[in-house]
Structures are given as C-alpha cells and as structure tokens.
C-alpha cells in the first residue's frame, strides 16, 4: 500500500470588484493569512456569478469565508427604500448570497467577517442600518485611513470550539 497524504480543508474566499472602469477581483490579505492558522487551503471565489456554477464550486469546497471589504451591501437587498451609502459592489452582493444560499443546501459551514457577516444576516431576511458608511456617523464603521494593520486588529478575545458545535 502506499501512505494518503493528510488532506487540509479547502476553503473559498470570497472576493471584491475593485476598480470600476477596468474591473479587478480582489481580497485583502490580511484574511488569506488565517487560512494557514486555522489549518486549511484556500482559493478565491471572484465576485462573477454570471459566469461561475455555483453549485459546482460550493461542492468543490469544505467551506467558505466572506470576508470584510470597503463596500457596503446595497439596500435593495434587504428591502430598505434608501439609498444608502456607498461604495457598493453589487457583483459581490449577488455571489456571496447565492454562496451562502447553496452552502446551507450542501451543509458547508460559513464564516463571515464584517461585511460577511452583514451577508449571512441579509441572507436570513434580515435589515442593515443604511448609513454604515456615512462619515457624520456617531460610531464610525470603517477604521480611519492610516491606521497600521497591527493597531487595527489588535483588539482580540478568546473563542472556544466544541467538537460538534455550531
């Protein structure tokens, strides 16, 4: 016989549409950094749900993990008759939430963080407050420009996982 290698989970990342005029599919990497600490593989999932199978993909993976971006989600996504403020990336809103749609049909879990989060809540028919990215807002959503990564994400708390948890 011969030994099988360990297999690390493989993991999608979603990702953002940046640059409008001559569209790029982007992730910082501050969140492709957790991978490895969590022990798994990851690939990009672009925000392209025109041309991707997403029942496919999903299949492919063990997991997904949508990250933060400097969008917000659109309000016509959560039934809100304001506008709302931008910046908006409806390519992500429509691949993320058909993401989340067909990871709860294949039983994958997901994890979101920041603007993922705000996802899975507008996926369960959830609201958001539309003024997220509003600057004359009384708590800011989004740290200031300039600000190190380190001072950033300093702020930590412990997290225990239970074997069979949610």
């Known amino acids: 016989g011969f030994l099988m290698a360990s297999k690390r989970p493989l993991v999608g990342v979603s990702c953002c549409t940046r640059l409008p ?18 022990g798994a593989d990851f ?16 299949g492919r993976l063990d997991g ?25 990336d409806p390519a992500r809103d429509e691949t993320t939430l058909r993401l989340i749609d067909e990871a709860v049909k294949q039983d994958r879990p997901v994890l979101g963080i920041c603007r993922g989060f705000q996802e899975i809540a507008v ?14 807002r ?18 930590e708390h412990r997290v225990d996982l239970s074997p069979g948890g949610i």
């Not at 933060?68 to 016509?76: A, K, Q, R, Y």
Request: proline share 11%; no cysteine.
């Open 21 to 38: 005029q001559d569209p790029v599919q982007a992730v910082a990497e501050r969140y492709l950094r957790t991978a490895p600490f969590i």
């Open 43 to 58: 690939v990009l999932v672009p925000a392209m749900s025109d041309i991707l199978d997403i029942r496919s993909i999903v």
């Open 64 to 88: 997904i993990l949508l990250t933060g971006s400097p969008s917000n989600v659109s309000p016509n996504r959560y039934r809100s008759s304001e506008t709302g403020v931008g910046p908006f």
């Open 123 to 136: 996926a369960y028919g959830s609201t958001l407050r539309p003024d997220l990215g509003h600057p004359d």
């Open 138 to 155: 009384e708590q800011i959503h989004h740290t200031p420009l300039g600000v190190p990564l380190d001072e950033m994400f300093a702020l």
